[in-house]
């Protein structure tokens, strides 16, 4: 996690300052999923926090989805659903478990699938030319 963590918290999708890309909608036509374990995350999530959580307290389902972004077809398609659930306080729109202040999941060490492998192209170029220059 090291290099690709500091990449991510300061030059995210290669953008110098910019942080938490994958982690937020804003302007984009983006969603935080599909989350396929998210009854997982839920209960490991419950664990971590030592009380149960509900599975709409962290997910959006689509039902709802279509309806918070209209104008989004990513939000239209019931195959990206359930995504993480928004912190709508924020105008970048991040995950509820990303914090912004800090540049950080919250959630790091349990998060989802969908997010432990999700690799945008830029990391993804980084970390091929990390591994040519170590060969």
Request: charged share 25%.
């Amino acid at each position: 996690m090291g290099t690709d963590c500091n990449i991510c918290s300061n030059r995210c999708m290669g953008f110098p300052g910019n942080h938490g890309g994958c982690c937020t909608v804003a302007e984009r036509d983006f969603i935080i999923g599909p989350h396929l374990d998210a009854y997982d995350f839920v209960d490991r999530l419950s664990n971590k926090l030592g009380r149960e959580i509900m599975f709409k307290e962290v997910f959006i389902t689509y039902e709802e989805g279509k309806s918070l972004f209209p104008n989004k077809s990513t939000w239209q398609d019931p195959k990206n659903f359930p995504a993480l659930r928004l912190d709508f306080f924020n105008p970048k729109l991040p995950c509820i478990f990303y914090n912004p202040q800090v540049k950080s999941c919250m959630v790091y060490e349990i998060r989802p699938q969908t997010c432990s492998e999700f690799e945008c192209n830029y990391l993804r170029e980084q970390t091929e030319k990390m591994n040519i220059s170590e060969n």
